[in-house]
Nanobody, 126 residues
Framework: VQLQASGGGLVQAGGSLRLSCAAS????????VGWFRQAPGKEREFVAA????????YYADSAKGRFTISTDNAKNAVSLQMNSLKTEDTAVYYC????????????????????WGQGTQVTVSS
């Protein structure tokens, strides 16, 4: 599965960005999709995920109330709408997918995902 993440950029604190993750030549049916991020010198951390059944979404505490993960009707792409951005949100954001992943504890564990996009840089300035 080849993934393409896009939508990153430079934004001021308090602003918004919308990231998108698309799979080449396929849909996300039966795949969980997760967003993770990694800041310089830090470990990769979970941001948000939608389960393989597409019925459940999960968020890191840092993302709750500000970020929204969603799939389009045809399940061709998964978006991460990020509002009220903070400087600490600055990182490279990655989308990842894994088939049949539904457990919440697995969804937040980057080691459970087999396929990763190339990452998109999000920089939030003060």
């Amino acid at each position: 599965v080849q993934l393409q993440a896009s939508g990153g950029g430079l934004v001021q604190a308090g602003g918004s960005l919308r990231l998108s993750c698309a799979a080449s030549g396929r849909t996300f049916n039966s795949y969980a999709v997760g967003w993770f991020r990694q800041a310089p010198g830090k470990e990769r951390e979970f941001v948000a995920a939608v389960s393989a059944s597409s019925t459940s979404t999960y968020y890191a505490d840092s993302a709750k109330g500000r970020f929204t993960i969603s799939t389009d009707n045809a399940k061709n792409a998964v978006s991460l709408q990020m509002n009220s951005l903070k400087t600490e949100d600055t990182a490279v954001y990655y989308c990842a997918v894994e088939r049949w992943l539904v457990r919440s504890d697995y969804l937040s564990d980057y080691r459970r995902y087999s396929y990763w996009g190339q990452g998109t840089q999000v920089t939030v300035s003060s």
